[in-house]
């Protein structure tokens, strides 16, 4: 089975503060996307950031970044100067149209 | 721009019974695909529409049916309601089918409680 795991299901960091949430993942392709979703209470899931796995540069949306290790078949997500906004539910995930996903990490700010 | 819009935002059904949920792609999309997200868990891939069609489906069972209309908006049908059928139903919409560069927006979902 081609698996995703958050090994983190609850984070918390101080406002302003860096927090780096984990992320593995399993796939026998060679080509594939990875990305960070963004839960609210809206429920709505927000893209936060996406990967391209044949890339070798990190990418980087404002103050998300990713550490995306291909070999280790690990992707995490870091979050600089975090915000009260923040706050949410974080899915890790891989595929393109068809998305796998872990099952998540809570994150809290703490003013 | 309206964004993915789906209904009802909640719906509560007693077992055995059906439910229709409907959801309306972002404007410009074409593909629509629906998840389950039961409660704690990361969202789960149910099928995927394009041109009318099926075009991928994942771990369910055939008690889940869809469609897709010429306007592109689709329905999640589902029969024979469980008690485990109770989550929440999340619609994503994106251009071009088979198309790996494509983002997908999802909606906020349809709350599905099964009595």
């Known amino acids: 089975a081609q698996t995703v795991t958050q090994s983190q299901p609850e984070m918390s960091v101080q406002e302003a503060e860096t927090v780096t949430l984990s992320c593995t993942y399993d796939t026998s392709e060679s080509d594939y996307y990875l990305f960070w979703y963004k839960q609210p209470p809206s429920r709505q899931m927000i893209l936060v950031i996406r990967q391209e796995a044949y890339k070798q540069q990190n990418a980087t949306e404002n103050r998300f970044s990713v550490n995306f290790q291909k070999a280790a078949k690990s992707f995490s997500l870091k979050i600089s100067d975090s915000q009260l906004g923040d706050a949410a539910m974080y899915f890790c995930?891989?595929?393109?149209?068809?998305?796998?996903f872990g099952q998540g990490t809570r994150l809290t700010i703490n003013p | 721009d309206a964004g993915v819009t789906q209904s009802p935002t909640h719906l509560i059904k007693t077992r055995g019974q059906q439910v229709t949920l409907r959801c309306s792609p972002k404007s410009g999309h074409d593909t629509v695909s629906w998840y389950q997200q039961a409660l704690g868990q990361g969202p789960q891939f149910i099928f995927q529409?394009?041109?009318?069609?099926?075009?991928q489906r994942g771990n369910f069972p055939d008690r889940f049916s869809g469609h897709q209309f010429p306007n592109y908006s689709s329905e999640l049908n589902v029969n024979a309601l469980l008690l485990g059928d109770s989550a929440l139903y999340l619609c994503?919409?994106?251009f071009g089918w088979g198309s790996t560069n494509e983002k997908l927006f999802f909606g906020s979902g349809t709350q599905l409680s099964v009595l």
């Open positions: 995930g891989r595929g393109a149209q068809k998305l796998v």
């Open positions: 529409y394009y041109e009318e069609e099926e075009r």
């Open positions: 994503a919409s994106s």
